[in-house]
């Protein structure tokens, strides 16, 4: 990305996907140079950093990329949007919604049948793996005010999904199933009326 950029990580640097000081050794890259993590006394996935200081992580940084094979939310996207960080994700899954409409921006993703991947114990499904070139020239673009991401739209869009408003779009839903059930509850009710009395025609 330049001389300019360098990249936090927000986890641990052994993890399941393998050792990141490993890794990044074999691509020639410098912890503390070219790349940060969170000291392992700080962090791990079971102890996390305080909002207040995970906010200020947010404020420090220029762009969130995240590359991610899944998501059924992805709470660091919604966090950044929040923050007005502007995101970097692969066009898939949840993703695609959340960041819809020049939210974020979307980078393609399992373009071809090498850009796929099975991990183990994840019930032998298929993932999509983000083109890396794809992300590094969004960022490329972004930086040079190719493109740009609506930050105002993400923000005021993470901002609504109060419980409130969630709540109110889940009600109708709600009323409209107790509703069929009960309506089901009645026709069964009037099956089983009608067996009795024939049962009790018969004899």
């Known amino acids: 990305m330049g001389d300019d950029s360098v990249m936090y990580m927000h986890m641990q640097h052994d993890d399941v996907g393998g050792n990141l000081l490993v890794m990044a050794d074999h691509f020639g890259l410098e912890h503390n140079k070219d790349f940060l993590f969170p000291p392992p006394n700080v962090f791990s996935a079971h102890h996390g950093f305080p909002v207040a200081l995970l906010n200020k992580v947010y404020n420090a940084s220029d762009a969130l990329l995240t590359t991610t094979m ?21 066009d898939h899954t949840s993703l695609h919604e959340i960041l819809a409409n020049n939210r974020g921006i979307l ?51 993470v901002q609504n999904l109060s419980w409130e408003s969630i709540t109110k779009q889940w009600m109708p839903i709600i009323d409209k199933a107790a509703g069929d059930a009960k309506a089901a509850r009645a026709i069964a009710g009037v099956t089983v009326n009608r067996q009795q009395r024939r049962a009790m025609e018969r004899k």
């Open 70 to 90: 899944g998501e059924g939310w992805g709470l660091s996207v919604t966090e950044a949007m929040a923050t007005r960080v502007p995101v970097f994700a692969p």
């Open 107 to 157: 980078v393609p993703a399992g373009e071809n049948s090498t850009n796929w991947i099975m991990k183990e114990m994840d019930n032998e499904r298929l993932r999509p793996l983000m083109s890396v070139s794809g992300a590094a020239r969004a960022i490329l673009d972004y930086k040079q005010g190719k493109i740009k991401p609506d930050i105002d739209a993400a923000q005021k869009w």
